[in-house]
């Protein structure tokens, strides 16, 4: 629990309803509210000191309740916004511009937006019951399925890193169902799984590396998750993680946060009614090496596209990094690097006194121990080069901070 005098972020005049970090810039967070605006903030580098009011650029455009809000995934300053007037609006951050405004797409309350890969296209659900899939930039419909579940209580809708669509939702019966569509053949699911009677939205958590889907109700304390694969049954049901505490809400960070070294591969922040509780997934490994299965090239933070580019009609991929300059050796495993340096040198002062027969023999033992030298060294170049880069960065915030202060 924090400090009741803890700084805020309170610049808004009604209730927060949605937050979403900026993918391409650690320091930025956008909010949506029901005072209809939507702000986008710098948080300084190190957290708030004091609490902070003043909003890099609001953007005013909905005229009733801001409920969604979720940045472009490769594009820098690009953000999409849904509010309860049915509307979505698409935002040049940068300049404080709404470029695309799509009014009369959704005749009712829209439940939730989501980008596809390369941010080209977006899915939405709506309280009509319909799925939709949206070319933003041509202000059309590409694909759309009506009655997508038959309950009538909130759908969810995301994209696969595949293009295939996955939903959630309920039957007529309320129970909650996940299923998967083909973007090309919205008539019939490809497959439909059922799970239990509750009432709680599902909300999917989806991790495009691992092909992973998290599955979280609201009021639930537990956590399903799931494998999509390409061929049938398509979802596989992999465990559960059950809780004593229901959940209020679920945060999600992105691999990039992950600790790599533990095998972390999904970590959760469950809202309880008086604190924030960290929900850590991990793969038990005996091997303290760097895990490439768990951990394939994921989304960096650099953006593919500028804004104006992509308005443009451009499109960009994900750019993606290796998490491998985050793995860092365990302190055991550099010991043993150590300990065995020593016996190599103790190897070869007995080999220096024994017959020449001997010598081609012991030859390998120091070219082991060269190999490894080597990787040290790589190792120290691939470090000097982080803190150097580091400080080049700290001495440019370092020069902003000055100019803030004048």
């Not at 070869?348 to 012991?362: G, L």
Request: hydrophobic share 35%; aromatic share 6%; proline share 6%.
């Amino acid at each position: 629990r924090i400090d009741k005098s803890y700084p805020t972020v309170c610049g808004h005049t009604g209730p927060v309803l949605d937050i979403d970090w900026c993918p391409h810039n650690d320091q930025v967070i956008a909010s949506g509210s029901e005072d209809c605006t939507v702000m986008v903030w710098q948080i300084p580098e190190n957290g708030l000191v004091s609490s902070m009011s003043e909003p890099v650029v609001a953007l005013e455009g909905h005229s009733k309740r801001v409920g969604i809000i979720t940045w472009h995934p490769t594009a820098r300053n690009v953000l999409l916004s849904a509010g309860c007037d049915n509307q979505i609006i698409i935002w040049n951050v940068a300049t404080g511009e709404a470029m695309i405004s799509l009014e009369d797409m959704h005749p009712d309350v829209i439940y939730n937006v989501c980008w596809n890969r390369n941010g080209s296209l977006i899915c939405t659900s709506c309280k009509d019951k319909a799925i939709r899939v949206i070319d933003p930039r041509k202000e059309s419909i590409v694909a759309e399925k009506e009655k997508a579940h038959d309950g009538a209580r909130p759908m969810r809708a995301i994209f696969l890193s595949d293009g295939n669509i996955l939903t959630t939702g309920f039957s007529r019966m309320s129970e909650r169902q996940l299923a998967l569509w083909n973007l090309q053949n919205m008539e019939e699911p490809m497959t439909v799984n059922e799970m239990d009677t509750s009432n709680g939205v599902l909300l999917p958590f989806y991790d495009p590396d691992t092909n992973v889907v998290y599955l979280c109700g609201k009021g639930d304390s537990s956590i399903r998750y799931f494998e999509i694969t390409d061929e049938a049954p398509y979802v596989h049901f992999l465990n559960t993680f059950v809780t004593k505490e229901p959940q209020r809400g679920m945060g999600y960070m992105p691999k990039r946060g992950l600790d790599v070294n533990k095998c972390e591969i999904a970590r959760f922040y469950k809202l309880h009614e008086r604190k924030c509780e960290p929900i850590v997934m991990t793969v038990p490994r005996k091997s303290d090496l760097f895990q490439d299965d768990l951990y394939p090239d994921t989304a960096g933070p650099d953006s593919a596209l500028e804004a104006e580019e992509w308005f443009e009609g451009k499109n960009g991929d994900p750019i993606l990094i290796s998490l491998k300059n985050g793995y860092v050796p365990g302190k055991n495993r550099e010991f043993k690097v150590v300990k065995k340096n020593i016996l190599d040198s103790k190897v070869n002062k007995k080999t220096e006194n024994s017959s020449s027969a001997n010598k081609p023999a012991s030859s390998t033992p120091s070219i082991k121990s060269e190999a490894k030298m080597e990787e040290i060294l790589k190792e120290i170049k691939s470090l000097k080069d982080l803190i150097s880069s580091q400080e080049k960065r700290i001495i440019k915030l370092e020069e902003q901070m000055s100019k803030v202060a004048i």
